[in-house]
């Protein structure tokens, strides 16, 4: 069973930055697609970045400039580096993996933006 371990998550102020890392238990090179998504409350998941095992990488609209997923696969782990945080993005985090029709969560990380 593949599990994804995401970690970096915390409180920051409005303008600040934070890098979440997710740590796979496999080589990350299996998978089809690996992607960060996040969840605010009284919310629907939505997409913040996938990146394809071509090396595509999209982000949402809201996150375009401000938000760099990269990857590290001597580690299996991919990076979603956040700077110039808003309020707006507060959520909790979850990486995603896609192998074929498979897919997998980690169990989330929680980034709260606030002064």
């Known amino acids: 069973q593949v599990q994804l371990v995401e970690s970096g998550g915390g409180l920051v102020q409005p303008g600040g930055s934070l890098r979440l890392s997710c740590a796979a238990s496999?080589?990350?090179?299996?998978?089809?697609?690996m992607g960060w998504y996040r969840q605010a409350p009284g919310k629907e998941r939505e997409l913040v970045a996938a990146?394809?095992?071509?090396?595509?990488?999209n982000y949402a609209d809201s996150v375009k400039g401000r938000f760099t997923m990269s990857r590290d696969n001597t580690k299996n782990t991919v990076y979603l580096q956040m700077n110039s945080l808003e309020p707006e993005d507060t959520a909790v985090y979850y990486c995603?993996?896609?192998?074929?029709?498979?897919?997998?969560w980690g169990q989330g990380t929680q980034v709260t933006v606030s002064s």
């Open positions: 496999e080589s990350i090179f299996r998978f089809n697609a």
């Open positions: 990146a394809t095992s071509g090396g595509t990488t």
């Open positions: 995603n993996a896609r192998r074929m029709s498979l897919v997998y």
